[in-house]
């Protein structure tokens, strides 16, 4: 016979396993196939045709801004700012870039306004781009550019050098410009999907420690780990080495929230 408090909490951890089921699967398909429609549209070689001619300041902004809603993966973000660099951009515009576009991205943002609403996303969203701009804005005082190297990145398709060429990303297709809205539309869809069994592992291990926290972990303790002055700081330590896709993480920030750990904490142990 189980215990009492082991099935209690097995049947709170899956209790909650389903409520983040129905949150998040939903989400992170509407905001992958989002996500594959403005590549769709807005291919890496656009955006650097967008930010070469920018200056110093509002170029920062408009980095970070073009880094924010262009969903760029790993293997894109580099070319582009090879790309940038090559095209004679500020080395800091080209970081506030680098620095926007993996943290603030469709999918976080759909999955946050999922599990914790309108104001912390609101506020996640502008925290991340002013850390970008500032960020951006810190390098260009130091006059780096100089010590950029010519370096020659090679993907699938294309090219690309900080001596001047033009970005592409390997892990999507490539833009062609007589695809009809349609076809857009069905590569669209079809990389949402491929997407999300790509990344349904680690979504499903986030869910599952998740759910685990929120039904075996007493609140108490987490409270109390949670008070301690370097609570954030160490976060964020602990959570750097975890290379470990968004979703993923921010199933298991939800259960560390609803436990009473302060979402600042939490945020930091995810990004």
């Given amino acids: ?71 760029f993966c790993s293997c894109s973000t580099v070319p582009v700012l090879a790309g940038l660099l090559g095209a004679g ?29 309108v104001e912390i996303t609101a506020i996640y969203i502008v925290s991340a781009l002013v850390a970008a701009i500032i960020g951006g804005v810190v390098i260009d005082t130091f006059d780096l550019d100089h010590l950029v190297k010519d370096v020659r990145i090679t993907t699938n398709d294309r090219t690309v050098a900080t001596d001047g060429g033009t970005a592409s990303c390997s892990c999507s297709s490539s833009v062609q410009t007589t695809k009809t809205h349609r076809e857009r539309v069905e590569t669209a869809a079809g990389g949402a999907w491929s997407f999300f069994k790509d990344t349904f592992p680690y979504l499903l291990l986030g869910m599952t420690l998740g759910a685990l926290i929120h039904g075996a972990v007493p609140a108490s303790w987490l409270q109390q780990v949670a008070g301690n002055p370097l609570a954030v700081p160490l976060a964020a330590l602990a959570g750097a080495p975890l290379y470990v896709s968004m979703a993923g993480m921010l199933g298991i920030a939800a259960p560390l929230v609803d436990q009473g750990v302060p979402i600042g904490t939490v945020i930091a142990f995810v990004v």
């Fill in 1 to 71: 016979m189980i215990p009492s408090g082991i099935e209690a909490a097995v049947l709170d951890s899956w209790d909650y396993f389903l409520h983040l089921v129905t949150i998040l699967v939903p989400l992170f398909i509407g905001a992958s196939f989002l996500v594959g429609l403005v590549e769709e549209y807005l291919p890496p070689e656009k955006v650097e045709a967008m930010l070469q001619k920018r200056n110093r300041g509002s170029g920062n902004v408009a980095a970070a801004g073009l880094g924010a809603v262009t969903p």
């Fill in 89 to 117: 951009a500020p080395l800091g515009l080209s970081f506030s870039f680098l620095l926007a576009s993996p943290i603030v991205n469709e999918i976080a943002v759909f999955l946050l306004l999922g599990l914790f609403g």
